[in-house]
């Protein structure tokens, strides 16, 4: 099973996180996975850096494999400008991009462009078209398409890789992740309850995705102590407290703050693990490992990552590789 680092944008400057990923490779880690931000979740993390700028830097200074997620409906990228982006840096670091994960979107991030956020139906219609054109350009297609949401004269990329990164869905729901399984190669999601995510990969898996591998984003929130844990869960995090639907149509950090205002710390205990021991992290690893999950990337949503990664390399690490 692959244990990975989740690098976040949204918490950290890309400088920071630069620091972040090599401590990560030295702390045993397998692989990166990064988001694709242009809006932070909350005024207080205050951060957004360009993951595609920031990926050439990341493969630069370190040797590990990673996987980002990314948008292809047309709002901030136009699916030919994504796949160039994509094709570039899987060209320069070859077998290193080994997978995207491309998924419909939220308002705080695509609605700057200034062109509205449709509803959910057709924001998937445009991810699958957005996902079809990247598909053939990067295997070499001259494309040329006037479908509903896309038009595209005589698009070619030139400069492509040996080994293109497969296409991951990005799935919250369990119809989203049913959708997915025909048509992409893989599924993200994030950690649920045993039984919600046992559920959704089942879904997954009959809707077409049977032998393809699932990938799970686990957060988490590290503390010395729970309270320390909890209070930055509710600090930096807290926006896991607000439902999914309303995640996707908020515009701004300002409004996902005004959301949460009312969330309290003690609430933070049903809705993030909150860990202070090597043996809670690896349950919960056991637990997704029960889901017959292929990756994991665990997200530590606490400011201080520094001394969670070497918390990560002394107590949990050493553990996994001694069992893998």
């Not at 089942?202 to 809707?207: I, K, S, T, V």
């Not at 490992?289 to 969670?308: L, T, W």
């Amino acid at each position: 099973m692959v244990i990975g680092y989740h690098a976040s944008h949204e918490q950290f400057s890309p400088s920071q996180l630069l620091l972040y990923v090599r401590q990560a490779e030295a702390a045993g880690f397998h692989a990166i996975m990064t988001s694709d931000h242009i809006t932070p979740w909350s005024k207080r993390q205050g951060n957004s850096g360009n993951n595609w700028a920031w990926l050439g830097a990341a493969m630069s200074n370190t040797s590990l494999p990673f996987g980002s997620l990314a948008i292809p409906g047309g709002w901030r990228y136009h699916p030919i400008v994504l796949a160039h982006m994509i094709a570039t840096v899987s060209e320069m670091f070859p077998d290193r991009l080994r997978w995207i994960a491309a998924g419909s979107g939220e308002a705080m991030n695509e609605h700057i462009v200034g062109e509205g956020w449709p509803d959910k139906a057709e924001r998937n219609q445009r991810l699958r078209a957005g996902c079809d054109i990247m598909h053939a350009l990067i295997r070499g297609e001259m494309l040329t398409t006037d479908d509903t949401w896309f038009a595209v004269d005589r698009a070619q990329l030139w400069s492509r890789p040996q080994m293109p990164p497969v296409i991951f869905g990005a799935a919250l729901s369990d119809d989203t992740a049913d959708w997915m399984g025909g048509w992409t190669d893989g599924l993200l999601t994030v950690r649920k309850p045993r039984g919600e995510l046992t559920k959704m990969i089942d879904r997954f898996r009959a809707g077409g995705g049977d032998g393809k591998p699932v990938a799970v984003q686990l957060q988490l929130s590290w503390g010395r102590s729970k309270e320390e844990a909890r209070n930055a869960a509710w600090d930096q995090w807290r926006v896991v407290a607000a439902s999914p639907d309303r995640l996707a149509n908020l515009e701004t950090a300002h409004e996902f703050d005004r959301e949460t205002e009312a969330v309290s710390p003690e609430e933070m205990d049903d809705v993030i693990p909150l860990v202070t021991t090597g043996q809670e992290v690896l349950d919960l690893i056991e637990d997704m490992k029960s889901c017959r999950v292929d990756e994991i990337y665990i997200h530590n949503v606490s400011r201080d990552q520094s001394a969670f990664l070497d918390f990560m390399a002394s107590e949990v690490m050493p553990a996994i590789d001694r069992t893998s």
